[in-house]
């Protein structure tokens, strides 16, 4: 059993519940080990049936343990129930990587509560501080509620003139739109909970990395209760791991000493200047692909039909792929894509985006896993006394709700300043960053998981910045690649070319517009 020792807490302190499990997760990785070498399937039984067994098993896995042959212990997996987690911990490190599931409350569709949030080890007056912000930051999400709700009413009166928004089901809907938007002035403190399922392998590297930017408290807890967890099930599945690398042992945070030092700014003006003005004013910036995306991609096709490019040209076979008409699995509610032969060639062509999210829309963006992202250290992004958020449209749209709105940020950066004045880490003065803070980042993938992203995203109920950079992305790749870019649309268009019906797959969810019949270029929403 590893090392489990933390010193400092938070409070309310997280839960972690060992939800589900592999049996025998320590005898099933050395079964699948053994099984590699043997004319029949090892079982957990075999490993463990005799002192003879268990010695040759305990030999077998410190040898592949220390040559790194890591895919044994892949199989065992593990489900959490997690509660009292904060955003920034979700963010930051959960949902930070492609090897998990998770399903978590929305801030969407959930009323937060005022209690329900993380409060680091403070003190004294710092704590009062914190305590103040919070319930400040509460208070102007409930004010903001109010102040949106009539613009609220009155977009979905245009758009749905025969409901009442009186009906319940109806007056829900506005409530949630209200409440999506107005979450972005809620702290990065906020708690979630959440089924969290990993295998035993990133189990063993959340362990040996757990304290890294930007939250190494909250993650050395959290991470520390999931191998008890299991530890407590099977003593020796964790026996192995390393301890985890201190902080200060990590390569982010020499690198952040190196060029920050102890300054709370550093160059980090120069680079927000630099980065937004290379944007442009875009909310996404294609910066660069592969320059024979149709080419190849057509080729592709080629290849996996054994064709000629005189029997087929880069516009039929690019067809072949993406027209909904002709690849009817584009329009099946499962992914099919990543399993088709002949979708697959849409692994090809890539992009490249240069982008600016809240943190509240990049918590949904980044769990589209296949189209990563190097997400910053937070700390290297902050800027003492210069309020740094994203305005949302409805918002805007109404002079008191931005007012009230700015107002808020003004003073949560206040708080910040005065937490980083009494000496508060930086690590818990930002859980009070708003979900408005801006995430900038480069994000790269293949047309095959970018066509899913896009595509679903592009739906009018989806976020609204995530779907308006999805707009950007895609007009941009059409303006480049017009025989891959005129089959990106929303999710309701495959299906209207496949002539599925109802054309509109999400029933009392419908936005309300046929968005099918429109170009991209013609998106428009407000809610």
């Known amino acids: 059993m590893p090392s489990t020792s933390a010193h400092a807490t938070i409070t309310p302190e997280p839960v972690v519940r060992l939800e589900n499990y592999f049996q025998e997760p320590y005898n099933l990785a050395i079964a699948t080990a053994r099984t590699c070498y043997s004319s029949k399937v090892i079982t957990s039984e075999d490993v463990g049936r005799d002192d003879k067994s268990r010695e040759q098993r305990d030999r077998i896995a410190e040898s592949i343990y220390k040559a790194g042959h890591h895919t044994t212990i892949q199989h ?52 009062g501080v914190y305590l103040d912000a919070v319930h400040g930051q509460m208070d102007a999400y409930h004010r903001l509620i109010e102040l949106v709700e009539p613009i609220v009413v009155r977009e979905y009166r245009r758009i749905f003139p025969s409901r009442s928004v009186e009906e319940k089901r109806w007056a829900s809907a506005i409530k949630k739109r209200c409440q999506e938007v107005a979450r972005y002035v809620l702290p990065v403190a906020t708690h979630a909970h959440l089924y969290h399922t990993v295998s035993g392998l990133t189990l063993h590297r959340y362990w040996r990395l757990c304290q890294q930017f930007d939250a190494p408290l909250e993650q050395r807890l959290v991470v520390q209760r999931m191998v008890e967890e299991v530890a407590r099930i099977d003593p020796q599945f964790m026996a192995l791991a390393e301890d985890p690398i201190p902080l200060e042992r990590t390569v982010e945070y020499e690198a952040f000493q190196q060029f920050h030092g102890s300054s709370r700014n550093g160059t980090t003006q120069r680079f927000l200047d630099e980065f937004d003005a290379e944007l442009a004013g875009s909310t996404s910036k294609l910066v660069d692909y592969k320059v024979h995306a149709e080419g190849s991609l ?37 992914t099919l894509t990543t399993v088709s032969k002949l979708s697959r060639a849409m ?33 290297c992004h902050f800027v003492s006394g210069k309020p740094d958020y994203i305005l949302p449209p409805l918002i805007a749209a109404r002079a008191e709700a931005e007012a009230a709105y700015r107002e808020a940020m003004a003073r949560t950066w206040t708080a910040i300043d005065r937490l980083l004045n009494l000496g508060v880490p930086q690590e818990h003065a930002l859980y009070l960053l708003p979900n408005a803070f801006p995430i900038r980042f480069e994000e790269s993938g293949d047309l095959l998981h970018f066509h899913h992203k896009w595509v679903q995203r592009l739906c009018y109920t989806a976020q609204e910045e995530i779907w ?48 099918w019949k429109q170009p991209v270029e013609n998106y428009r929403r407000l809610i």
Request: net charge positive.
């Open 468 to 515: 308006n950079a999805c707009r950007d992305e895609v007009l941009q790749v059409t303006a480049r690649f017009p025989l891959i870019g005129r089959y990106l649309q929303a999710p309701c268009w495959p299906r209207a070319q496949a002539r599925v019906r109802p054309v509109c797959p999400e029933g009392d969810r419908f936005c309300g517009v046929a968005v």
């Open 347 to 379: 692994v090809h062509p890539h992009f490249t985006f240069k982008k600016k999210l809240s943190h509240t829309a990049d918590s949904q963006d980044q769990r589209h896993r296949m189209v990563p992202a190097s997400r910053p250290i937070l700390a």
């Open 298 to 334: 057509a080729q592709a096709v080629r290849s996996v039909l054994g064709l000629t490019r005189d029997q087929v040209s880069d516009e039929e076979a690019i067809a072949l792929v993406l027209d909904p008409a002709k690849n009817s699995y584009l329009a099946e509610s499962l």
């Open 76 to 127: 065992p997996t593990f489900q959490f129930v997690l509660e009292r987690v904060s955003r920034q911990f979700l963010w930051s490190f959960l949902h930070a990587h492609p090897f998990y599931n998770s399903e978590q409350v929305s801030q969407r569709y959930v009323e937060v509560k005022p209690d329900h949030f993380t409060v680091p080890p403070l003190e004294g007056p710092a704590r």
